[in-house]
């Protein structure tokens, strides 16, 4: 019984990384593009620069975010006892 709804959980947790990693990992690679974008355009104005940055740190923020999901659902996999379902097999 429980690792019947474990299972359940973390198919439902899979889901919604995917979608997450999807949708973050775009936000990411786009502002990693305005952040160079700024950064070569900022033609040494400070306030620029300084915004290109504060973009940059935000989107690895946003790729460390979708690493440490990743963890997250090793983690309940290992708690709800799923270790039979096919979605903690592709996590280990």
Same mark, same amino acid.
């Given at each position: ?16 990384? +995917?979608? *997450?990693? &999807? #949708?973050?990992?775009? $936000?990411?690679?786009? =502002? =990693? ?5 700024? #950064?070569? &355009?900022? %033609? ?6 300084? +915004?290109?940055?504060?973009?940059? $740190?935000?989107? $690895? $923020?946003? #790729?460390?975010?979708?690493?440490? =999901?990743?963890? *997250? @659902?090793? *983690?309940? !996999?290992q @708690?709800? %006892? ?5 979605? !903690?097999k592709? *996590?280990?």
């Amino acid at each position: 019984m429980k690792d019947e709804i474990g299972e359940k959980i973390v198919d439902a947790l899979y889901s919604l990384y +995917n979608l *997450f990693k &999807t #949708l973050v990992g775009g $936000v990411c690679i786009i =502002l =990693l593009i305005m952040a160079g974008y700024h #950064l070569m &355009t900022s %033609g040494g104005d400070e306030k620029k620069i300084s +915004n290109a940055k504060s973009m940059f $740190v935000w989107a $690895v $923020v946003g #790729l460390i975010f979708i690493l440490v =999901l990743d963890l *997250f @659902i090793k *983690f309940i !996999c290992q @708690i709800t %006892g799923a270790t039979g379902s096919e979605i !903690c097999k592709k *996590f280990k």
